[in-house]
T-cell receptor, first 110, second 115 residues
Framework: DAKTTQPPSMDCAEGRAANLPCNHSTISGNEYVYWYRQIHSQGPQYIIHGLKNNETNEMASLIITEDRKSSTLILPHATLRDTAVYYCIAITGTASKLTFGTGTRLQVTL | EPEVTQTPSHQVTQMGQEVILRCVPISNHLYFYWYRQILGQKVEFLVSFYNNEISEKSEIFDDQFSVERPDGSNFTLKIRSTKLEDSAMYFC?????????????FGSGTQLSVL
């Protein structure tokens, strides 16, 4: 699985968009980009995933650069409940496990 | 939305004792996993389980650990002789398919404290 690099922490004002970057410059063609988050000490929660195209669901949008070397998770209107550690994970098509890094700790403030 | 259920939420045990952590995966899921997170550290993969067999295990998952699906609904993690360093939050997860192209659903965890 490709190594991913994320900033250790970010702040965002409530109601504003939170843009969380992830670098995966060594990603291979068959590796997907997944985003999970962990609120306090709860179990990780799936957010979104993609291969090449940008994706959007009810939680977030995922923007993947054309060369696939980086991506951005966008929470369009961050709330206090979005305060969490966000993990970007690159994973192959036949993998049976997720490898979590240290992630980005997002603090949403009033 | 369906949930993965873990019991107990907290477990305190003496070093050397056996513990069994229990999980009820989502009913139509086929793949099951255990992860753990030592306080302040990363979430670590322990084991994946499919078709009543271990699919993959990490170096952490040594002979002291075992998993079982004793019936159609439960998935358990047994630690035979607990050590102080086994103290951690243990997360169970399930998915209908392999990790790719499908999301993993995680339970809320069991906090294991070994004294």
């Amino acid at each position: 699985d490709a190594k991913t690099t994320q900033p250790p922490s970010m702040d965002c004002a409530e109601g504003r968009a939170a843009n969380l970057p992830c670098n995966h410059s060594t990603i291979s063609g068959n590796e997907y980009v997944y985003w999970y988050r962990q609120i306090h000490s709860q179990g990780p929660q799936y957010i979104i995933h993609g291969l090449k195209n940008n994706e959007t669901n009810e939680m977030a949008s995922l923007i993947i650069t054309e060369d696939r070397k980086s991506s951005t998770l966008i929470l369009p209107h961050a709330t206090l409940r979005d305060t969490a550690v966000y993990y970007c994970i690159a994973i192959t098509g036949t993998a049976s496990k997720l490898t979590f890094g240290t992630g980005t700790r997002l603090q949403v403030t009033l | 939305e369906p949930e993965v259920t873990q019991t107990p939420s907290h477990q305190v045990t003496q070093m050397g004792q056996e513990v069994i952590l229990r999980c009820v995966p989502i009913s139509n899921h086929l793949y099951f996993y255990w992860y753990r997170q030592i306080l302040g550290q990363k979430v670590e993969f322990l084991v994946s389980f499919y078709n009543n067999e271990i699919s993959e295990k990490s170096e952490i998952f040594d002979d002291q650990f075992s998993v079982e699906r004793p019936d159609g609904s439960n998935f358990t993690l047994k630690i035979r002789s607990t050590k102080l360093e086994d103290s951690a939050m243990y997360f169970c997860a399930s998915s209908p398919l392999l990790a790719t192209n499908e999301k993993l659903f995680f339970g809320s965890g069991t906090q294991l404290s070994v004294l």
